[in-house]
């Protein structure tokens, strides 16, 4: 009777324990999403996932108690969490609170040398580490200095320099500062790179040019073409930089639109240099496979990055409106968002940018800021990829286990446990975890010091096995084959 009612308890446990299972993957899962919510397995094939970030409501030029927004093009969140708005086709920029409830001023006209001075489509916006207020005021072909307050400082404006071509036109659409002041500028058809501003105004130089690779036959063919020939020819003029952000370091991340899908975004050092990792299959690009149910539009647009924290950045994708998230080391850690009507969609996404805890993309077609807040899943990746950025790999294994626990095959957490226990010298436990995270290079690293730490403990006995052979072997030729040898002749 006993073990039938232990039977019984054991039961309803597993039972409930199941059904509690099953309704927490319900509230995580992509179902009452209006988007999906995936990544890629180590084959790059499609694989769905729970949601790391679900839509936390919206805000629009009326809701903080102002006018619509009207084609916003840009956002920024200060040091302070006050947030601003490059409200473009209304020729202001608009400053709210940190809850995004209210408006907390709205700066549409300066005092410019005693003069009232205004924005013409100001496209991009950005607040420095000191404070300071920097617009990209496009059609004005300026770069504005404000306080926060919004008073004058200085203007930015007519670059001069031997290497900028002839009739360049200065038309700022995206701007950020350095720890040193030092402004970053991307200007409209200015293929050669990001413009550089020391910070009294004077322009440097291009920074981060990138460079386009072509074939061997296309450089013969060049060679031989005629000159009407080559005048037809696809030009190789490098890519435009679309969105920027500075991180911790002073490193400039900074997106472009990538033909081949491949690296959209770069980390470019204090020289301009990409230092960017790229993870296990090399890509940086957005979406790694083109055609996930019937899409065969072609690579991810990213328009815009943000750099959040412990290595972690997050670009947005114009064409899809999806939202890519990536570790220091080039891991995807998670995708979500999309295109359409519902709320946690868009239509026109722009800019995106971090705020607090949640991450905010502007849609500049519908004028709305839309706000994301992360799952418990989403939170503990986070958690996880902050814990080993920060040398604490120990204690990450914990909240690795409990990723495994929301999605069982989740390869980045795997891996995530099996490089904890390959720096802490577990190798062998670090294999049985890189194998389910099908992490070759890693696994090899691992199988190598397994192997070296076995024959290192059986040394001794190797050694002794060794010496038996080989006195075995000179017994053999010295004794034994000797006298068969004299037995064999006595013979003859």
């Known amino acids: 009777m006993k073990k039938h009612n232990l039977f019984v308890k054991a039961a309803a446990s597993l039972i409930a324990a199941a059904m509690l299972t099953l309704s927490f993957a319900g509230t995580v899962y992509a179902e009452e999403l209006p988007y999906d919510t995936y990544n890629y397995d180590y084959r790059e094939n499609f694989v769905l996932t729970p949601a790391a970030y679900v839509p936390n ?134 293929f050669e790179g990001i413009l550089v501003f020391e910070s009294d105004g004077t322009f440097t130089g291009y920074f981060g040019t990138i460079e386009v690779k072509i074939t061997l036959w296309e450089k013969f063919w060049r060679r031989i073409a005629t000159k009407e020939e080559r005048s037809k020819q696809q030009l190789y003029i490098p890519t435009e930089f679309t969105g920027m952000d500075v991180d911790t370091d002073g490193f400039i991340y900074a997106t472009n639109i990538d033909s081949d899908g491949v690296q959209a975004v770069r980390r470019l050092n204090p020289q301009g240099k990409d230092v960017i990792q790229k993870g296990e299959n090399e890509n940086v690009g957005g979406d790694i496979r083109i055609g996930t149910y019937g899409d065969y539009s072609g690579p991810s647009e990213i328009t815009d990055v943000v750099y959040r924290d ?42 995106i940018e971090i705020s607090g805890d949640e991450i905010i993309v502007l849609d500049a077609y519908y004028g709305t800021i839309m706000k994301f807040a992360a799952t418990q899943y989403g939170s503990l990746i986070n958690q996880a990829v902050g814990l080993r950025y920060d040398g604490d790999e120990k204690d990450a294994i914990g909240i690795w286990q409990q990723v495994l626990k929301i999605d069982e095959n989740n390869e980045l957490a795997n891996n995530g446990i099996g490089k904890a226990y390959l720096t802490a010298g577990d190798n062998k436990t670090a294999m049985k975890y890189l194998e389910l995270g099908m992490n070759r290079k890693y696994y090899s690293v691992a199988w190598k010091r397994y192997r070296n730490e076995i024959l290192t403990e059986n040394m001794s006995f190797v050694l002794t096995a060794v010496l038996i052979l080989l006195g075995g072997n000179f017994v053999y030729k010295r004794f034994i084959k000797k006298k068969k040898s004299s037995k064999e002749g006595g013979l003859l």
Do not use: H, W
């Not at 920029?93 to 809850?99: D, G, M, Q, W």
């Not at 997050?314 to 359409?340: A, C, P, Q, V, W």
């Open 310 to 351: 412990k290595g972690i950045y997050s670009m947005l994708d114009r064409k899809r409106g999806r939202i890519f998230t990536y570790d220091k080391e080039g891991n995807l850690l998670y995708i979500f968002g999309g295109i359409g009507s519902q709320e946690g969609t868009f239509t026109t996404p722009v800019a």
């Open 57 to 190: 409501g919206s805000v629009t030029g009326q809701s903080v108690g102002t006018t619509d927004f009207t084609e916003p093009q840009d956002l920024c969140v200060a040091d302070d969490g006050l947030v601003y708005v490059a409200d473009t086709k209304n020729n202001r920029i608009v400053v709210l609170n940190e809850e995004m409830t209210e408006t907390v001023r709205v700066i549409d006209t300066f005092d410019n040398n005693g003069q009232a001075d205004t924005f013409n489509q100001p496209y991009g916006v950005c607040v420095s580490e000191n404070g300071y207020l920097y617009v990209a005021d496009s059609m004005n072909k300026r770069i504005v200095m404000l306080t926060p307050e919004g008073e004058f400082v200085k203007i930015i404006d007519n670059p001069q320099s031997e290497i900028l071509e002839e009739g360049f036109d200065f038309i700022p659409i995206k701007v950020t500062v350095d720890y040193a002041d030092r402004v970053y500028v991307i200007s409209r058809n200015a």
